[in-house]
């Protein structure tokens, strides 16, 4: 189908009004903010960082300084690479794919049922709710809360002190397990809704006709199930990972004395440091890293970007 007889299927579906408001939001949305501030961003990283009067001047410049301390670090370190800011940016890749995992294994299940009752209706709905409601509060006032509810006299430690399993509290948010289920359950719905979507539109006939033939629940769920599901769990999982990798408030609240994240040096190099250069150049190598990351694993498990959208 070329473009002419493309616009004029869509301006006969949707009209003319219509039509041209969802394609001037639309362009407006990609184009104004999110192409833009990147492309600002990305010629902003290349850039000195210099006092306002001389932007502009003769001195601003493209330099690949920003990088080259990202890899490299100051002048004169006694190390030849950058260990501090890679080693938090390796961390919080990896963290990143293990909330991913975790949200997946967690939500998978969920989503699974949600979709496959029958006859549960009304219990249906409850749960839906009871996942929906919480997200009510800010993000940031849930963030506290799971930094009371791990914390040393928080309700797991009292919990575990009082049925004698533990003889001290657990410090939960040193050894990382707060942040880990807070930013998990940041981002829960966005892998739960995903799945449960596709796994909706199975046909239950084919699981029957598995069950009939012997499969086992294991198998009809990686024969059949998983592979239908396929583009949902592409889909959260590539939402749930950019949205950790780029997370920012849980790190900071959550996150214990040795748990620096990524971000937060973006932060501090913004707001702290003041050299907005150097933090759009950590910005962009987040940016590019994970989305190499994330169109690499569609390559792999052989997902088309079409696939995510449906």
Not at 161 to 173: A, K, Y
Not at 186 to 194: D, N, R, T
Not at 254 to 263: D, E, I, R, V
Not at 298 to 308: A, C, E, L, P, Y
């Amino acid at each position: 189908m070329n473009i002419a007889n493309f616009f004029r299927n869509y301006f006969e579906k949707n009209g003319i009004g219509l039509g041209t408001f969802l394609l001037v939001a639309v362009v407006f949305w990609v184009v104004v903010l999110i192409i833009l501030p990147q492309l600002s961003m990305l010629d902003f990283s290349f850039r000195h960082h210099l006092p306002p009067p001389e932007m502009g001047g003769p001195k601003d410049v493209y330099t690949l300084e920003h990088y080259e301390y990202l890899i490299l670090g100051a002048p004169g370190a006694d190390t030849s690479y950058n260990v501090v800011d890679l080693g938090v940016f390796g961390r919080t890749l990896m963290a990143a794919v293990f909330v991913t995992l975790l949200n997946l294994v967690i939500c998978y299940p969920i989503a699974y049922y949600l979709a496959q009752t029958k006859g549960g209706g009304g219990y249906t709905r409850i749960l839906v709710l009871l996942l929906i409601i919480p997200y009510w509060i800010n993000e940031i006032l849930r963030a506290f809360a799971f930094r009371i509810i791990f914390g040393d006299s928080g309700l797991i430690n009292e919990t575990l002190l009082v049925f004698g399993l533990i003889d001290n509290p657990v410090d939960f948010i040193r050894a990382n397990v707060a942040l880990y289920a807070g930013l998990g359950y940041a981002y829960i719905l966005l892998m739960i809704f995903p799945i449960y979507n596709v796994i909706e539109s199975l046909d239950r006939n084919q699981i029957e006709a598995a069950r009939d033939m012997g499969a086992s629940w294991t198998r009809i769920h990686w024969r059949v199930v998983i592979p239908y599901a396929k583009p949902g769990i592409s889909s959260g999982c590539t939402m749930v990972f950019m949205l950790t990798a780029g997370a920012l408030a849980a790190p900071q609240i959550l996150g214990g004395p040795s748990s620096l994240w990524f971000t937060q040096i973006i932060y501090q190099w913004f707001n702290q440091g003041g050299n907005w250069p150097r933090g759009a150049a950590f910005a962009i190598v987040l940016l590019v890293t994970c989305v190499i990351i994330v169109l690499s694993m569609m390559r792999i498990f052989k997902v088309r970007m079409g696939d995510i959208g449906k």
